[in-house]
């Protein structure tokens, strides 16, 4: 089965740091492109990052500003997307996507259960 | 950066209707690159609809997705229980990609 398995999230402090992480399983995960998206309680869907399959493109919502970095490790099958400098405003659900070819501009067809990430004193 | 707008924000339908939800962009989309998802509550979101009329693996046939350009439009023919939900559109053909702040449908 395709499977998808976030982890990492919690509550941290404004300012404080997390590194969220993403498992897969049950398909070859070097061959697709990968995002984060991330949903704010009661609120819509937003996305925050993707990375290529080689890591050749990376891109990132221009509203994080330099704060988060996605990376992934294609042997360990896993991606991951490091927080720093975290605000109140971050508090959301963390999801992590498969595009459904694998090609970087592509629809998201397998999406993780999420990990909440809570920020506040 | 593309903007999709729902409309409308909640849809009350009874079941066996029809519903009809609306997708707009701010820009003229490259190779309708619109997407639809179904999140229930809890859950992550699901592909419906890609390609903008395409049904990703296991969308029932009462799920049918058209337009192009900056208009999209999501049909669910027969409504059945299980299709009350939230919908969301989404362009996923530059970066950043975008998502619609999403169609509530509702149960008459």
């Known amino acids: 089965e395709e499977q998808l398995v976030e982890s990492g999230g919690g509550l941290v402090k404004p300012g404080g740091s997390l590194r969220l992480s993403c498992a897969a399983s049950g398909f070859t995960f070097s061959s697709y492109s990968m995002d984060w998206v991330r949903q704010a309680p009661g609120k819509g869907l937003e996305w925050v990052s993707s990375?290529?399959?080689?890591?050749?493109?990376?891109f990132y919502a221009d509203s994080l500003k330099g704060r988060f970095t996605i990376s992934r490790d294609n042997v360990k099958n896993i991606l991951y997307l490091q927080m720093n400098s975290l605000r109140a405003e971050d508090t959301a659900v963390y999801y992590c996507?498969?595009?459904?070819?694998?090609?970087?501009?592509?629809?998201?067809?397998?999406w993780g259960q999420g990990t909440m990430v809570t920020v506040s004193s | 950066e593309t903007v999709l707008t729902q409309s409308p924000g909640t849809l009350s339908v009874s079941p066996g209707g029809r519903a009809t939800l609306s997708c707009r962009a701010s820009q003229s989309l490259s190779s309708s690159s619109l997407a639809w998802y179904q999140q229930k509550p809890g859950q992550a979101p699901r592909l419906l609809i890609y390609g903008a009329s395409s049904r990703a693996t296991g969308t029932p046939d009462r799920f049918s997705g058209s337009g192009s350009g900056t208009d999209f439009t999501l049909t669910i023919s027969r409504l059945e229980p299980e299709d009350f939900a939230v919908y969301f559109c989404?362009?996923?053909?530059?970066?950043?990609?975008?998502f619609g702040q999403g169609t509530k449908v509702e149960s008459k």
């Open positions: 990375i290529s399959s080689s890591t050749s493109y990376i």
């Open positions: 989404h362009h996923y053909g530059t970066s950043p990609r975008t």
């Open positions: 996507a498969r595009t459904r070819t694998g090609y970087h501009y592509d629809a998201f067809d397998i």
